[in-house]
């Protein structure tokens, strides 16, 4: 994460970048997890705009950019 002079933006991008992960994490229980599948019947209206792509990008990419955000991996 980034760190400006300005708190406001920091604060901004802390949000969107936890808010990130955590739909990271979310894509990546649903592809592997038969039962959070089953708990999220249209995952399209879950991962809608930026995160449409969670849905397609490959599994490891999304275990890259949790562990890149300096998370430990808990999945």
């Known amino acids: 994460m980034y760190s400006h002079s300005d708190p406001t933006a920091n604060r901004a991008i802390g949000s969107a970048d936890r808010e990130w992960l955590s739909m990271v994490r979310l894509a ?3 592809r592997t997890d ?3 599948a089953e708990k999220i019947p249209d995952p ?3 991962f809608t ?3 449409r792509r969670l ?7 999304l275990q890259q ?5 300096g998370r430990r ?3």
């Open 65 to 69: 950019t949790a562990e890149a955000q």
């Open 55 to 61: 849905l397609t990008d490959p599994l490891n990419e």
């Open 73 to 75: 991996k808990r999945w």
């Open 49 to 51: 705009g930026i995160f």
């Open 28 to 30: 990546y229980r649903f």
């Open 34 to 36: 038969p039962r959070m």
């Open 44 to 46: 399209g209206r879950v």
